[in-house]
T-cell receptor, first 114, second 114 residues
Framework: DGGITQSPKYLFRKEGQNVTLSCEQN?????MYWYRQDPGQGLRLIYY???????QKGDIAEGYSVSREKKESFPLTVTSAQKNPTAFYLC?????????????FGPGTRLTVL | DQQVKQNSPSLSVQEGRISILNCDYT??????FLWYKKYPAEGPTFLIS?????DKNEDGRFTVFLNKSAKHLSLHIVPSQPGDSAVYFC?????????????FGQGTELSVKP
């Protein structure tokens, strides 16, 4: 059963702590993405990766870091430098880094920083 | 600068009637447009798309219309069903050789009343 998994679904952290959100896909997709959704706003691109060991900043990369050591995995670290980390985080993947290809989304992780 | 705008945060429609969701964009370089549907606490799912060389694309109860001169697209759902109640995001993309990333609107929450 192919798809994208994100864990955990809900995450709570204290202010000042780094936290890593997991994203795994078994769709054999080359490209993976991280988005952030805030109330009343659309999805904003944080980072994306076209191939293993390569990634690029999106529109709101400050305070975040990623790695792409395996094709299946694209973890996102929310660092203490991110000023407003509380949000709903969505991971997506597509066959290629080409928006003509449909992006498949995971179920999301809601991060709350206390 | 919001390049993709969905000016109606919410829409309420009676079951069986038509739902029309609107989306405006500012960048004439966008050449591909998509609609995603999102239930609460879940990731978005792809609904329908349209290339800028077309002005209409239909898939069952869903039709997307594109008016390039007005930089406007709309999603028509006929007939609307209670299960269509969700948040709908439109997204636009520039050609791949110009960045090709998806830019999302803020979303419109559709409520279909029985």
């Amino acid at each position: 059963d192919g798809g994208i998994t994100q864990s955990p679904k809900y995450l709570f952290r204290k202010e000042g702590q780094n936290v890593t959100l997991s994203c795994e896909q078994n769709l054999n997709h080359d490209a993976m993405y991280w988005y952030r959704q805030d109330p009343g706003q659309g999805l904003r691109l944080i980072y994306y990766s076209q191939i293993v060991n390569d990634f690029q900043k999106g529109d709101i990369a400050e305070g975040y870091s990623v790695s792409r050591e395996k094709k299946e995995s694209f973890p996102l670290t929310v660092t203490s430098a991110q000023k407003n980390p509380t949000a709903f985080y969505l991971c997506a993947s597509s066959i290629r880094d080409n928006s003509y290809n449909e992006q498949f989304f995971g179920p999301g992780t809601r991060l709350t920083v206390l | 600068d919001q390049q993709v705008k969905q000016n109606s945060p919410s829409l309420s429609v009676q079951e069986g009637r038509i739902s029309i969701l609107n989306c405006d964009y500012t960048n004439s370089m966008f050449d591909y447009f998509l609609w995603y549907k999102k239930y609460p606490a879940e990731g978005p799912t792809f609904l329908i798309s349209i290339s800028s060389i077309k002005d209409k694309n239909e898939d069952g109860r869903f039709t997307v219309f594109l008016n390039k001169s007005a930089k406007h697209l709309s999603l028509h759902i006929v007939p609307s069903q209670p299960g269509d109640s969700a948040v709908y995001f439109c997204a636009a993309s520039k050609p791949y050789n110009q960045g090709g990333k998806l830019i999302f609107g803020q979303g419109t929450e559709l409520s279909v009343k029985p």
